[in-house]
């Protein structure tokens, strides 16, 4: 059991790299609670916040794993290597794809609500 628990030390250990060197990831971090408060504030469906937790869950997972990847390429190959920028290339776009999903997503969910609150107040 105490082998499980500290398990989950290294996974925070893990997160906390990620939130001290990657700016990136931090950005992720800020858009993930204005995506919260925004569902909060537009009092959005149960079925909407389980594709905002999704989006959310998805963007930091592939966020990490681009971290991750980057710094195992760094390490195997140090110096400059056409493959590993392709590698390190194509985690990039791993992550771009999924920000972009998320975003599309938090558009389909809160622009109509947004549209409703503040297009009848103008």
């Known amino acids: 059991m105490n082998k499980f628990i500290r ?17 990136n990831f931090r950005v992720h971090l800020v858009c993930a609670t204005i995506a919260i408060a925004l569902g909060f504030f537009l009092k959005i469906s149960a079925a909407e ?11 930091l997972l592939t966020e990490i794993i681009n971290t991750a990847i980057e710094l195992l390429v760094d390490l195997v190959s140090p110096g400059y290597n056409e493959k590993a920028g392709h590698v ?27 549209i409703a609150v503040f297009g009848h107040a103008a």
């Not at 916040?49 to 963007?59: A, K, Y």
């Not at 390190?88 to 947004?114: E, H, Q, R, S, Y």
């Open 7 to 23: 398990g989950f030390g290294f996974a925070f250990k893990g997160i906390w790299h990620a939130c001290k060197t990657q700016l």
């Open 49 to 59: 916040w389980l594709w905002i937790i999704l989006s959310i869950g998805m963007v």
């Open 88 to 114: 390190k290339d194509m985690c990039a776009a791993a992550v771009l794809v999924t920000a972009v999903t998320a975003l599309v997503i938090g558009m389909v969910i809160f622009l109509p609500k947004l």
